[in-house]
């Protein structure tokens, strides 16, 4: 398992220490530990959790660089908030979820891993208030790309951007946009051969 995250953290071009593969081995036996009782992740096979969670999380990494806040908005298990976290230290994550089991792992998962720069809610994003705007919004698989940015507006500075992580069939959630404002970038994960893009929207 190690050495397939550090040759996928290479293919990335992501710079990291063994402390962070480590840290990534914990987050994976957590994550299949704790989903035997609440059911975190359909994805239970130590492999695809590398690949379809971690890696995926990761691909957008060296889009992030430059940043001071980030909000992750149904973070689910902590994709790709958590993940990104262990390996941008100066960077600070703001994880928020709908559902109390998963940022209970989140909670507990952040303590294992000495994670200093991880803020947790449980809270509809609606309702959530921050001290200071977030430079970037980004969503997995929260809800369409129209949704997620009426939903969390509020919380993005007026020069920040929305990061919406995407398969196959994206694209009719573009037609509402201002196209002037938005951009698409195909992602490449290590160790799959599926689509995936990151929709890059300016405020």
């Not at 190690?2 to 063994?18: A, N, P, R, T, V």
């Not at 507990?108 to 809270?123: I, M, Q, S």
């Not at 919004?137 to 009426?150: E, H, L, N, T």
Request: net charge neutral; aromatic share 8%.
């Amino acid at each position: 398992m190690k050495l397939q995250i550090q040759s996928g953290l290479k293919e990335l071009k992501i710079d990291f220490i063994d402390e962070q593969v480590n840290l990534l081995e914990t987050y994976k036996n957590q994550l299949l530990k704790w989903n035997k009782v609440f059911n975190l992740t359909s994805i239970t096979d130590e492999k695809d959790v590398i690949t379809k969670h971690f890696m995926d999380s990761l691909s957008v990494n060296h889009e992030i660089q430059g940043t001071q806040q980030v909000l992750d908005v149904g973070t689910g298990a902590g994709f790709p908030g958590m993940v990104l976290a262990i390996f941008n230290p100066d960077i600070t994550f703001h994880l928020v979820d709908g559902v109390a089991k998963k940022i209970s792992f989140l909670d507990d998962l952040k303590g294992k891993l000495g994670l200093t720069n991880v803020n947790t809610y449980h809270e509809k994003v609606e309702n959530l208030r921050l001290d200071t705007p977030v430079d970037i919004v980004i969503s997995r698989a929260f809800a369409d790309i129209k949704k997620m940015m009426d939903l969390t507006q509020h919380l993005l500075k007026t020069t920040g951007q929305f990061f919406a992580m995407k398969g196959p069939g994206y694209e009719m959630e573009l037609e509402n946009l201002d196209q002037n404002k938005l951009a698409v970038t195909p992602l490449k994960i290590p160790f799959y051969d599926g689509s995936r893009s990151l929709v890059k929207i300016y405020k």
